[in-house]
């Protein structure tokens, strides 16, 4: 794996044979771990998560724990994990890459990672239901180094490191923690009960998928090749095509392997 020098970033996994998306995993990174090397016996894979992954919650210590507990599995099968910024997790730990071992790294929004014949862009980020209440826990309880909200978790349009995306990068997949407004969930049914203390949680949800409608119409208006879009965010599955493009719901921890 490499990483360039360019205004984007990107990471190049030129060992792995097999790239498999995950939906959200909610800090379980033992499980999927034991899923990917032990559950389907994969080898020679990159696994993505597409966001909340559990960044953020805990001391830096624990990630590093959970890390040296796993990285020997890791190393024996051959496996590598990258993690998506989610609206659960502390976006430092993606724009600054805290995360970075060989085997197992967090990437900034708008990174391209080169694996298996693919080039995937992973754009975080998502709008957080639950938030009233996660700010509640912050104001409640003070620890260093330790969260339960960050008001920068929403999804960032950056038409600028699109038009970058150098000519000979042609992406063919897209990884986003969340959708375009046309992906389901397309429905705001269940949302009024947490709107009803937050006032401005729908327009937020709205802009969230507003921004992602951009982020879209930039890749095809850039000419990106972009044939499958895989997400998380919702705990569920479906499946959907739209602008000649497969669109993906992962639900939480499944698996999708690209073709």
Not at 49 to 55: I, Q, S
Not at 75 to 102: L, M
Not at 227 to 240: A, I, M, V
């Amino acid at each position: 794996m490499k990483k360039n020098s360019s205004s984007l970033n990107f990471f190049e996994y030129s060992e792995a044979a097999h790239v498999i998306v995950c939906g959200d995993i909610h800090g379980n990174f033992n499980g999927i771990v034991n899923k990917l090397c032990v559950q389907y016996g994969c080898t020679n894979t990159l696994l993505i998560v597409a966001g909340d992954c559990g960044f953020g919650f805990d001391k830096p210590a624990y990630y590093e724990q959970v890390y040296n507990k796993l990285a020997g599995r890791l190393r024996k099968a051959n496996n590598w994990v990258v993690f998506v910024r989610g609206n659960h997790d502390d976006p430092a730990y993606f724009n600054e890459e805290r995360i970075h071992y060989t085997r197992w790294r967090t990437v900034p929004d708008y990174s391209v990672i080169s694996a298996a014949g693919h080039k995937i862009l992973c754009i975080g980020g998502a709008t957080s239901i639950d938030r009233v209440e996660r700010m509640k826990l912050n104001a409640r309880y003070h620890v260093k180094d330790v969260s339960y909200y960050w008001p920068d978790e929403a999804p960032r349009f950056d038409g600028e490191a699109i038009a970058s995306l150098p000519e000979d990068i042609k992406i063919d997949t897209a990884v986003t923690h969340t959708a375009p407004s046309f992906c389901e969930l397309s429905s705001y049914i269940g949302l009024e009960s947490w709107a009803k203390w937050d006032e401005v949680l729908l327009a937020d949800v709205r802009l969230e998928r507003e921004t992602m409608d951009r982020i879209f119409a930039e890749l095809k208006a850039k000419g990106c090749p972009v044939r499958k879009w895989l997400y998380g965010h919702f705990h569920q599955s479906w499946n959907g095509l739209a602008d000649g493009v497969q669109f993906t719901m992962l639900d939480i921890e499944e698996f999708k392997g690209l073709d």
